[in-house]
T-cell receptor, first 112, second 113 residues
């Protein structure tokens, strides 16, 4: 049972480059989320989706984009990477919007 | 919007001693409260959750938490900690909405031998 799978686990980007963090879940959850985690700051919501074709901004969406073409996949795109985007990114899914979130193992991104 | 406060950034406890991690929430309606644990380099794992009903909830790994509306608190407890409990602990609140969880900044638990 894979749960939530994120790739890549580690990545180093140069300033101005772009990349996509992949997230897929096999639990048929409608709700999916992207968080970033910075030391001492907890987790902050970047974007979320309540179903295929529907996405919405979270607390810190600037510099990111998402899409949700299928129930399983929720990729996060970084355009024009900046050092401020150095962080650990977590994808999560949920059966219901108010319930338990299931997390992936995270993607550590460094922008130099 | 809801907010979650974890007053303690670091807590050091001796192995075998009891543990209490504090969490305060602020939201008018009935909160949907969670405690998650994160081991180094790992994702977050749910310890327990409270939606309604009995205010003392039991979770995995011997943890429990008590919801106290009068104090806006949802503190996590364990009667006897093990070295493997060393981790980062996060309290979170969904506020009943679909836009994910609001997390506290976390408490780093250190276990002394």
């Amino acid at each position: 049972n894979a749960g939530v799978t994120q790739t890549p686990k580690f990545r180093i980007l140069k300033i101005g480059q772009s990349m996509t963090l992949q997230c897929t879940q096999d639990m048929n959850h409608n709700y999916m989320y992207w968080y970033r985690q910075d030391p001492g700051m907890g987790l902050k919501l970047i974007y979320y989706s309540v179903g295929a074709g529907i996405t919405d901004k979270g607390e810190v969406p600037n510099g990111y984009n998402v899409s949700r073409s299928t129930t399983e996949d929720f990729p996060l795109r970084l355009e024009l990477a900046a050092p401020s985007q150095t962080s650990v990114y977590f994808c999560a899914s949920s059966y219901s919007g108010t319930g338990e979130l299931f997390f992936g193992e995270g993607s550590r991104l460094t922008v130099l | 919007a809801q907010s979650v406060t974890q007053p303690d950034i670091h807590i050091t406890v001796s192995e075998g001693a009891s543990l209490e991690l504090r969490c305060n929430y602020s939201y008018g309606a009935t909160p949907y409260l969670f405690w998650y644990v994160q081991s180094p380099g790992q994702g977050l794992q749910l310890l327990l959750k409270y939606f309604s009903g009995d205010t003392l909830v039991q979770g995995i790994k011997g943890f429990e938490a008590e919801f106290k509306r009068s104090q806006s608190s949802f503190n996590l407890r364990k009667p006897s900690v093990h070295w493997s409990d060393a981790a980062e602990y996060f309290c979170a609140d969904s506020g009943g909405g679909a836009d994910g969880l609001t997390f506290g900044k976390g408490t780093h638990l250190i276990i002394q031998p």
